[in-house]
């Protein structure tokens, strides 16, 4: 007799789930492996790439609203000027561009993202005119976004790998990412910017070089993640990937170079007046005559008793003879130095040793100090006099940023000249 059973629906085991290395490769299969597919991907990329009149509208804001952060010496300011920029969808075309050696894809993300950079680049100037209506200003913020950390580019490398990956594996705008990527490259141009119009001489540079550098990191970065993810490059891309990622090479070799790792002493130059530097004399001072003028007339007579031949001896004592005393009031000699800080690009003066913050002074600034010296917390302090807009303003500098001029004064007390003057 057959043997029947009623048939189920129901598998006979349950299903269990792919082990993980089948689920990592399921997510990675939305990227496709042959040509036609990788093409079709990249144009897809491509046009959501493609800049658009958000990016100069929201460039303008944020570069006014960084160089009024700079104006302000305002971290929030410069925050906020950050997370107002336009989505960094340019760099990520510029990528793709290069990726798929489109020269004319290339030469319009490259041309949008210069073009924001430039107004960004603008709010700083326009910041810095309005600063010299301030001079006394503090400008922090411009030294820290003109210089190199290695911390931050850590960060900014994480959110240029971030940015490339959220963008070719999810149809989301990436936000979070992008604002890291505008971080790289904004407040840098902006600083740039600011510090041609306030006449910080060099800051300007180094801005320039922070941004081209960031630039160069964070692509190169941008580049390689593409590479991971298995987007190969089109027919002209090979070429134009190899010479980027040579390019960005070369920019981090030569210009990301480590600060010297001295704890901000000043280079010693030579005991000369520089010949740019305008030093202004001491006061002279006319010596101040003390003449004493104690003189007695005394006369005496010895003997007045008269004698059978009646003879009188009378004994006068002149005065004595008039002797000035010349009292000479020298000044001390200044010495005069100039602020030579090998980190920051200037020097904080402040009220007292470790003391309120009073303003920045450049490097190159001439200063005039008459060797008053303090010791807080191991470091030594030295007053300071500098002339800001007419204003002999005083205050403190670390010794190690200052390099002297001319040398210390040691003078030491002389006896005071005497002459005798006979009548």
């Given at each position: ?52 009149w ?11 609203i960084?160089g ?7 971290q ?5 000027a ?12 510029f ?5 798929s ?6 030469f ?44 931050e ?51 300007w ?23 991971v993810?298995k987007l ?41 007046t ?36 009646t ?11 008039h ?35 009073v303003?920045?002074?450049l ?12 010791v ?48």
């Open positions: 007799m057959p043997y029947n059973c009623a048939m189920s629906d129901e598998p006979a085991f349950p299903i269990e789930p792919p082990p993980p290395r089948r689920r990592r490769a399921t997510r990675r299969s939305y990227i496709p492996t042959d040509a036609e597919g990788q093409a079709a991907l990249i144009a897809t990329l491509a046009r959501r790439a493609y800049p658009s958000e990016l100069f509208v929201f460039s303008l804001l944020s570069g006014a960084l009024l952060g700079y104006l302000l010496n305002s929030a300011l410069i925050f906020l950050v997370l107002i920029a336009p989505l960094m969808t340019a760099w990520f075309g990528l793709l561009a290069v990726l050696g489109s020269l004319r894809f290339l319009e993300t490259k041309m949008a993202l210069l073009i924001s950079l430039i107004f960004v680049f603008l709010g700083g100037l326009l910041a810095g005119f309005a600063s010299l209506l301030f001079p006394l200003r503090a400008l922090d913020n411009v030294y820290l976004h003109t210089r190199l950390w290695i911390p580019m850590i960060v900014l490398a994480l959110g240029a790998l971030i940015l490339v990956a959220s963008f070719v594996r999810s149809e989301n705008k990436p936000y979070l990412p992008s604002v890291v990527v505008a971080y790289a490259l904004f407040p840098p141009a902006g600083a740039a910017g600011f510090s041609v119009s306030a006449g910080l001489s060099g800051v540079l180094n801005g320039l070089l922070v941004l081209l550098v960031h630039f160069a990191w964070i692509s190169a970065v941008g580049l390689i993640t593409l590479f993810l190969r490059p089109l027919r002209g891309g090979y070429f134009w990937s190899a010479l980027s990622l040579i390019a960005f090479a070369v920019l981090l070799f030569i210009f990301a170079r480590p600060a010297p790792s001295s704890k901000n002493e000043a280079t010693t130059i030579p005991q000369t520089p010949t740019n530097a305008v030093v202004a004399a001491p006061p002279s001072q006319t010596p101040i005559l003390i003449p004493s003028l104690e003189a007695t007339f005394t006369p005496k007579v010895l003997s007045a008793t008269p004698s059978p031949t003879q009188a001896t009378l004994e006068i004592t002149l005065p004595p003879a002797t000035p005393t010349v009292t000479m009031t020298v000044p001390p000699t200044p010495t005069y130095a100039k602020i030579s800080a090998n980190q920051g690009g200037g020097a904080n003066l402040r009220e007292a040793p470790d003391g309120k913050y303003m920045t002074l490097n190159g600034t001439i200063v005039e100090t008459f060797s008053e010296f303090q807080v917390n191991g470091r030594a302090w030295v007053k300071v006099y500098v002339a800001v807009n007419g204003q002999r303003v005083e205050g403190w500098l670390l010794e190690t940023v200052i390099a002297y001029a001319t040398p210390a004064p040691n003078f030491e007390a002389s006896p005071a000249p005497k002459s005798s003057a006979t009548p």
